[in-house]
């Protein structure tokens, strides 16, 4: 007690910096330690750049797997059309607003000569295929040229270009300024393409590699920058690849089942409904099939979560594949809702748009000065 009344009155001394019990804070992510279970699932992350990544030969091989997809698996398929007809419907249509009235009659005129244009290069179909190409291929390219043979004034038209045709043969190794069939300015914009005169997968594109230099300006690049940097587009259906295997996997299993089950009732002289059959509800089923049948429900022939989740991947949309997309002409009245789960939800005259592919707006100002 004596002691603590003492040092009341003297003064503590200040400690040393290295006398101290200096305390480290260790902070960390689980998502940043690698563990004997994670070790695996991590193994082909990188921390390569946008255009390293994505190198011509890996988006040659993601364009052909996906385009064997959309060929041969009807899911895909099915995805890709709903969503290039969804995006584009009938095409683009011009609303002219010159003047406060007055001018009705010019609006009108232009709008008018607008569509004849459009319907005489065929606009609204080779924008569904340049969205199908961006869907697949990952980005679309279409060149504004001249052509004389239109029934137009406008003589202006749309060249569509495969992503294979636009490539600088002979790099093979990194340039500065320049990517896989681009060529940018020292601000980090497009100042030429790189176009092959013939496809690579031609008959006269594996021996011929001349190529021409087509500037910028009469060039659209339509594709999905996902990171900074990126130059080249990777396809929309990159993510769900792997699950469309799958999926037909699962269809297959099906018929599988099918085909076994009706070969029981024939040899055993049972009976048993088609329904029956394709939920799992019939005993000798349960024997033969290799995955587990849905919780839901749904027979293996319309596996509805797989294409749930292949929508959502593609194009963030489950209605791709649980509605139908109903198409009316402009100006008509809508059609009444069905009942049941297949309503309408989309409509090409209404739906959103994506953002402009660049060159749109130097396409639109060509068309306005050409011709007149």
Known sequence: MLAWLRNLGTKRRPTSLGARAVRFIRAKF???????????HWANADYLAADAAATPDVRRTLRSRARYEVANNSYARGIVLTLANDVIGTGPRLQM?????????????????????????????????MR??????????????SNDNLDSPVKLDLRLVEADQVTTPGLALPKAGAVDGIVFDEFGSPAEYHVLK??????????????????????????????????????DIL??????????????EGVFRCH?????????????????????????????????????GAHPLRPRPHAHRLAARVAGRRSLTTHTAVFRPPGSASPPTPPGPFAPVANVTTSAP???????????ALWATSGR
């Open 132 to 145: 199908m190409a961006r869907a697949q291929d990952g980005e679309a390219f279409a060149l504004l040229v």
């Open 30 to 40: 689980d998502s940043a330690q690698t563990t004997p279970d994670n070790r695996r």
């Open 260 to 296: 076994c089950i009706f070969a029981l009732n024939k040899k055993r002289r049972t009976k048993y409904s088609l329904r029956n059959i394709l939920v799992g509800h019939v005993p000798e089923a349960r024997g033969i099939q290799t995955l587990p049948p849905h919780r839901t």
């Open 239 to 252: 993510p769900a690849l792997p699950l469309f295997a799958k999926l037909s996997l699962r269809c297959l």
């Open 198 to 235: 013939a496809h690579p997968g031609g008959a006269t594109g594996a021996v011929g590699q001349d190529y021409d230099k087509v500037p910028a300006a009469s060039v659209i690049h339509w594709f999905r920058a996902d990171r900074p940097g990126q130059s080249r587009g990777l396809p």
């Open 354 to 364: 994506e953002r402009s592919p660049a060159g749109l707006s130097a396409w639109s």
């Open 97 to 129: 607003l010159l003047g406060n009235g007055a001018d009705a009659g010019a609006n009108q005129t232009i709008e008018r000569e607008f569509a004849v244009w459009a319907r005489a290069v065929d606009l609204a179909g080779k924008l569904r295929t």
